[in-house]
T-cell receptor
């Protein structure tokens, strides 16, 4: 089946640090990649949608200057949490989709803890 | 009102029991419907899509009622390995790829 790799799986860092998370589709080309965030005991919330070669579309309430998304190729998207603070601590999950009719395949998530 | 609502549970049932989950969605124009399974501290995994005519995959049966904007999942002969959180997921916009996740229903199967 389709495989999406996310790295790193766990990050612990100090407040003010910028953290980059990578999402790779290993065996298919992903036209679209999605970034989600999940706080404890809550549902996944879509943060942004990115299409290869174009700017990401952010959901309402998500700061684009804080959560920088780059989708430079059909197999790689990155999310950079800039100047992270404790309230940014969460489970960040990406998903990748080959075409609009295909299901989204999820990465195994990145657990971010900001001290 | 949330776009996708689920009873968060938890549901605790004995092994071998039949369990049913329900989900409602607010956008009547929603196009696609799914059930995902999420294990603790893991990513969600697609369990099955939900079709208007209802569909079955082994011990799992999904139903969709568009008139009532209601989706269900039935698990028969439950196994210990079915313990997980079940997420009701809706694509609310035709032609777009956005997925809206419910809060999830926590299920624990007891031996």
């Amino acid at each position: 089946g389709a495989v999406v790799s996310q790295h790193p799986s766990r990050v612990i860092c100090k407040s003010g640090t910028s953290v980059k998370i990578e999402c790779r589709s290993l065996d298919f080309q992903a036209t679209t990649m999605f970034w989600y965030r999940q706080f404890p005991k809550q549902s996944l919330m879509l943060m942004a949608t990115s299409n290869e070669g174009s700017k990401a579309t952010y959901e309402q309430g998500v700061e684009k200057d804080k959560f920088l998304i780059n989708h430079a190729s059909l197999t790689l998207s990155t999310l950079t949490v800039t100047s992270a603070h404790p309230e940014d601590s969460s489970f960040y999950i990406c998903s990748a989709q080959a075409t609009g009719r295909q299901p989204q395949h999820f990465g195994d998530g990145t657990r971010l803890s900001i001290l | 009102r949330k776009e996708v609502e689920q009873d968060p549970g938890p549901f605790n049932v004995p092994e071998g029991a039949t369990v049913a989950f329900n989900c409602t969605y607010s956008n009547s124009a929603s196009q696609s419907f799914f059930w995902y399974r999420q294990d603790c501290r893991k990513e969600p995994k697609l369990l099955m899509s939900v079709y208007s005519s209802g569909n079955e995959d082994g011990r799992f049966t999904a139903q969709l009622n568009r008139a009532s904007q209601y989706i269900s999942l039935l698990i028969r002969d439950s196994k210990l390995s079915d313990s997980a959180t079940y997420l009701c997921v809706v694509n609310p916009i035709q032609g777009a790829q956005k997925l809206v996740f419910g809060q999830g229903t926590r299920l624990t199967i007891n031996p």
